[in-house]
């Protein structure tokens, strides 16, 4: 199973940007997907999840300016991030917790899938 992350970029403060996560393999389910960040010097944090019923949580800090969806048919998912500051400049990783087939026809659950990240950058 891999994740493939896309749309971060260079934005000016208050902009907005679209993060996407593409999930491929053989996926029976996804059962959670969420959004990490990880700025220079700091522990990565968890910005905004939402479970396969569309139960969504997020961090205190984007909260009312981020918005998390998937779409559980295309096994994607997204992060619109609106009224961006400069805080918010990290980079971004999308995770999911998948259920999938392995190549010996098993069901195996990983719960850290993990995309390659993503740059989002906010200017002042």
């Known amino acids: 199973v891999q994740l493939q992350a896309s749309g971060g970029g260079l934005v000016q403060a208050g902009g907005s940007l679209r993060l996407s996560c593409a999930a491929s393999?053989?996926?029976?389910?996804?059962?959670?997907m969420g959004w990490y960040r990880q700025a220079p010097g700091k522990q990565r944090e968890l910005v905004a999840s939402?479970?396969?019923?569309?139960?969504?949580n997020y961090a205190d800090a984007v909260k009312g300016r981020f918005t998390i969806s998937r779409d559980k048919d295309k096994n994607t998912g997204s992060l619109e991030m609106r009224s961006l500051k400069p805080d918010d400049s990290a980079v971004y990783y999308c995770?999911?917790?998948?259920?999938?087939?392995?190549?010996?026809?098993?069901?195996?659950?990983?719960?850290?899938?993990w995309g390659q990240g993503t740059q989002v950058t906010v200017s002042s």
């Open positions: 393999g053989r996926i029976l389910a996804i059962i959670t």
């Open positions: 995770n999911a917790d998948v259920v999938y087939i392995t190549d010996f026809g098993d069901r195996q659950r990983d719960a850290e899938v």
């Open positions: 939402i479970t396969s019923s569309g139960s969504s």
